[in-house]
């Protein structure tokens, strides 16, 4: 009985170390842009008909947003995964439980220590005018 109640001791406190538990597969990525009236779509198939646009994306998926609005010029920004910082507990978390290791393997494989950058992103878009006098 004790060494059950052990072994579901350890599973738990491994399972909260893990990043794919504490932090999940997928985030939510803000873009906004200027003028607000601005219609945004990006690379994965998202389309908002005004800033901001708020989309669920995959951590470990890179994606390109798109603004456009009347009377101005058409911009884009990259928005990428990257390592960081944030994912730290987890990656510690699983260097020092039990078990912790096949919780780095999976957090690797499935994106879950990555994170978007930049999140929240904004987009100034260059009035027609502006663009013309350069």
């Known amino acids: 009985m004790q060494v059950r109640i052990i072994g579901c001791t350890v599973a738990v406190l491994s399972l909260t170390a893990c990043n794919t538990v504490t932090r999940g597969v997928e985030e939510t990525v803000t873009i906004s842009a200027t003028p607000a009236s601005a219609r945004i779509w990006t690379s994965l198939g998202h389309d908002c008909p005004r800033s ?67 999140n929240p992103a904004h987009i100034d878009l260059v009035p027609l005018r502006s663009a013309r006098a350069r």
Do not use: I, Q, W
Request: hydrophobic share 40%.
């Open 52 to 118: 901001p646009c708020v989309v669920k994306v995959s951590r470990k998926t890179e994606l390109t947003a798109y603004p456009a609005a009347k009377g101005f010029r058409s911009g884009s920004l990259l928005v990428k995964s990257t390592l960081t910082d944030k994912a730290a507990p987890g990656v510690l978390g699983n260097a020092v439980l039990p078990g912790g290791s096949l919780g780095l393997v999976l957090d690797a494989a499935n994106g879950a220590m990555l994170d978007h950058t930049p």
